[in-house]
């Protein structure tokens, strides 16, 4: 059996052990490891079993990543994410927005897509937005009658934001995957992160003005205390929310974009940032503090642990021939790059129902990364349409995450059918946001091209 062969075997059982349920990071050490033993093993030494070059790779990509500077960010981005979420600062948020916008039609979901936006630029951590804005906006939007499907879609899209909109973790790490600055990332994906949160607020705000029986205006009853505020009791809710966060993000974004603080830093600052807002609005509790930095290791153990096992999988399946299987086969097809932009976005887009972005990104990505000089496909602009796409991953039925997010908090009397049937109209804006920065790529290009020159050795 050749080499090549036993790379597609290597890579079918990962897809089954996949489906199978096992623990992904694991299964990946494991075959790179089990299948690296007989990559690398030489009969000379059948008497020192332990001496195979596969434990070399394995301990070498560990270091490796362990000492990412760009990998460096993730925990500290984690950690200002769960600290802002913990501080309550979202609640007054999400109030004085409210009543800022009260004469808008469908004044309740308007602030909560807000509110997701600007939350999502602080923390890409997609399950916690989507559950704090559910219990946050879904009890005062149903309770003024709002349609079910319509205050639960609002809240699933609004709440993958983050999964675009820098400083998103997934972009952090497609940067280390493709080897491309994450600051480019970042000012790339900045345009089409707000293009994406007004397209949404454009149709939010047209439903209620042509159906205005979906999004009733909410009676002061309906609103309790948030329904009482006085103009200065708005805007001081306004200069002690939105403010200081937003004063937050802007720092910690200003300094990546212009260049005086690589990621890692501007995201320390944040850290440093969340906590002291958690103790100005003394929400700073030991128990607080504990939760956020246990949530923090535990998913930066896994981000981590995914990267080890994904390198030391990829070089085990490039040296026995995969990928040049892969990239033979694919070039061999004759696409044109719209074709085969359509064909990846397809295959990323299925692969988003049984598994999280963090697996797609780390595991298949290196699969698609050494086909775009082929096809001249900038990595930077894949990256943007791949986090595009992962937002109609998050949004279609029947894996749809956020809406069982949803449904674990909200009443009884909200059914699954009505949050999907919510969701899918979103999903139908992230694919025309997807055509729109393909024919004009330049919305996402302007920004790095501007702050750091054109890349080079790419038409799109």
Known sequence: ?????????????????IFLGFPIAFTLMALAIGFGYYAYFEPARMDHLFDNRIFDLFVNQ???????????????????????????????????????????????????????????????IVGAVVTLMGLLALPPMLKARYNVS????????????????PPSILLILYAATASVSAVRMYAAALLPGFMLAGMYLVYVITRAVINPNLAPKPSDEDLGDMGKATFGEMVWMLLTSFFPLALLILAVLGAILAGLATPSEAAAVGAMGGIVLAAAYR??????LRESVYLTVRTSAMVCWLFVGSNSFASVFAYLGGQEVVTNFVTGLELSPIMFMIVAQIIIFLLGWPLEWTEIIVIFMP?????LPHFGIDPVFFGIIVALNLQTAFLSPPMAMPAFYIKGIAPPHVQITQIFRGMLPYMAIVILSMVIIYLFPQIAFWLPNTLY???SGARM
């Open 367 to 371: 699969i698609f990364l050494p086909l």
């Open 150 to 165: 319509y205050a639960t879609g609002v809240i699933a899209a609004g709440g993958t934001l983050g999964i675009l909109i």
């Open 453 to 455: 020159g054109p890349a």
């Open 62 to 124: 560990t270091y490796t990543v362990m000492s990412n500077d760009v990998l460096t960010a993730v925990p500290l981005f984690l950690f200002m994410g769960y600290i802002v979420e913990r501080a309550n600062i979202v609640d007054r948020l999400f109030k004085s927005i409210f009543i800022a916008a009260r004469s808008i039609p469908g004044s309740l979901a308007v602030a909560a897509l807000l509110t997701c936006t600007l939350f999502a630029t602080a923390t890409g």
């Open 283 to 288: 929400s700073l509790t030991w128990d607080r």
């Open 1 to 17: 059996m050749s080499d090549p062969t036993i790379a597609v075997i290597m890579i079918g059982i990962l897809i089954v052990c």
